[in-house]
């Protein structure tokens, strides 16, 4: 249901309508009465019904098809006059002004992205722990092998054992490890840009209207406590 309080706007005196923190007006300059009130009425939209009530009828009464009103249904046909000079207010184009109005902001429950958010740095952590360890055994295949080399080169007489011994080992950690992750080497890449294919999917704004991707970290859209996009407030 939406409950609109229409009167006269100061100044301008156009017809005021005001919805929640929203406000519309429509008619000409000066074309509202000054003895109209900023607050002169309510309507109550509930689908297709509406409700008029007369906020002021002690001071300005309200006529509904030539009978004074002061709470009751109207249609948009009907003639609606308001105050002693029969000030005639056009319900249709009120009803139109109010559907043309923005939406009032709702708020949306953000607590499942918390969720989301902390499982995806998890699961990039993880990988990201997986290719240093990697790295790492690949570096001490290399520091091993080079090792094996400057003994050898040091010591002439077991520079071929050494050697040999040296590659050999390298050679053992080369295909425990590094053959593995080469297989691996581009389905790791697959998996990260798969992993943040998932969270533009699931760290987005909850207006179904929406879904904006949110991209910052949860603490941060809980500060911000809006959408960028469509405005929407969050709460946890
Ligand atoms: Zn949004």
Request: net charge positive; aromatic share 6%; proline share 6%.
């Amino acid at each position: 249901m939406i409950e609109a309080i229409i009167g006269r706007e100061p100044g301008r005196r156009r017809l005021q309508i005001i919805v929640g923190e929203k406000t519309t007006t429509i008619g000409n300059d000066m074309s509202v009465p000054q003895d109209i009130s900023r607050r002169q009425f309510r309507l109550q939209m509930d689908g297709e019904t509406l409700i008029l009530t007369n906020l002021k009828p002690e001071t300005t009464p309200i006529y509904i098809n030539g009978l004074e009103a002061v709470s009751q249904p109207v249609t948009l046909s009907d003639r609606v006059q308001i105050g002693y000079d029969l000030y005639g207010v056009d319900i249709a184009a009120v009803v139109e002004a109010i559907k043309k109005m923005p939406k009032p902001a709702v708020i949306y429950s953000i607590g499942h992205l918390k969720k989301v958010w902390e499982d995806y740095q998890t699961t990039k952590l993880k990988m990201m722990d997986n290719e240093n360890r990697k790295n790492a055994v690949k570096g001490l295949a290399s520091v091993v092998s080079m090792a094996g080399t400057i003994v050898a080169i040091v010591i002439p007489n077991t520079r071929s054992i050494l050697i040999i011994i040296a590659a050999s080992i390298s050679i053992i950690l080369a295909l425990m490890w590094i053959l593995p992750s080469f297989k691996r080497g581009s389905s790791i890449q697959a998996r990260v840009e798969e992993l943040n294919k998932q969270l533009k999917q699931d760290y987005v704004c909850p207006n179904p209207d929406c879904h904006h991707f949110l991209g910052k970290p949860y603490e941060e859209i809980v500060n911000i406590g809006k959408c960028p996009k469509c405005n929407s407030r969050f709460q946890e």
